[in-house]
């Protein structure tokens, strides 16, 4: 993970996915490419880097955040961003990723060999993307698994899950600030009556106090 700085604007998010691809092998695995506002990574790109529409603020996906939620910022912008170890690191964003892919639109990326200069590690990798025939999931992962591959395996249809659920809880707090959006003009607009009405009835109370006066 990372926080992103929009120095501009001073707005802040952390971006809990934050990954390092290669970007030649990942344009064969995922469909990225089809869905930016701007241009995909290079291989020798060390100062660029492409965010979600979530994340930017910008585009035309549906965003689960709201606006002011985000670093409001555009392709051809500079963002900073502020890494784990504590390195700081300027970067333009050469992209927006404006997918209905939640994960992509959520997420940040830079290239693998921007990240091993950062982290100083070269050759290794926490997540491997496989591209597989549509419907043959659960084959090719039993067959990972009878070659020895240990680590957890997920299909497809895990991750979206988690999207979904995720997306659903997003959904359900949108609904009750929308619920408290309403009780509070309702009960603005009560207050602001009771108080109009409370001066009116002053208001006539003291001219009829003030008439009687009249000699």
């Not at 957890?152 to 707090?173: C, H, M, P």
Request: charged share 25%; no cysteine; net charge negative.
């Amino acid at each position: 993970s990372a926080v992103l700085t929009n120095e501009d604007n001073k707005k802040t998010i952390s971006s809990w996915m934050f990954q390092a691809i290669d970007p030649e092998r990942e344009q064969k695995v995922t469909e990225i490419q089809d869905y930016l506002v701007g241009d995909y990574l290079v291989e020798n790109d060390v100062d660029k880097i492409m965010l979600g529409a979530h994340l930017a603020g910008s585009g035309s996906a549906a965003k689960f955040m709201p606006i002011g939620e985000t670093l409001e910022i555009k392709k051809g912008d500079e963002i900073k961003v502020t890494y784990s170890t504590g390195l700081s690191k300027k970067y333009e964003i050469k992209a927006v990723i404006d997918s209905r892919d939640f994960f992509a639109v959520m997420s940040s990326y830079i290239t693998i060999k921007e990240a091993e200069n950062i982290l100083n590690v070269s050759d290794k990798a926490s997540n491997i993307y496989v591209r597989v025939p549509l419907g043959q999931e659960e084959y090719f992962m039993k067959k990972f698994q009878e070659i020895g591959v240990n680590e957890e395996i997920r299909s497809w249809e895990d991750k979206a899950g988690q999207a979904n659920i995720i997306s659903g809880l997003f959904s359900t707090v949108n609904k009750i600030f929308y619920i408290v959006g309403v009780i509070i003009i309702f009960f603005t607009i009560y207050v602001a009556t009771n108080i109009n009405v409370i001066n009116n009835r002053r208001d006539r109370k003291s001219t009829r106090l003030n008439s009687s006066h009249i000699p």
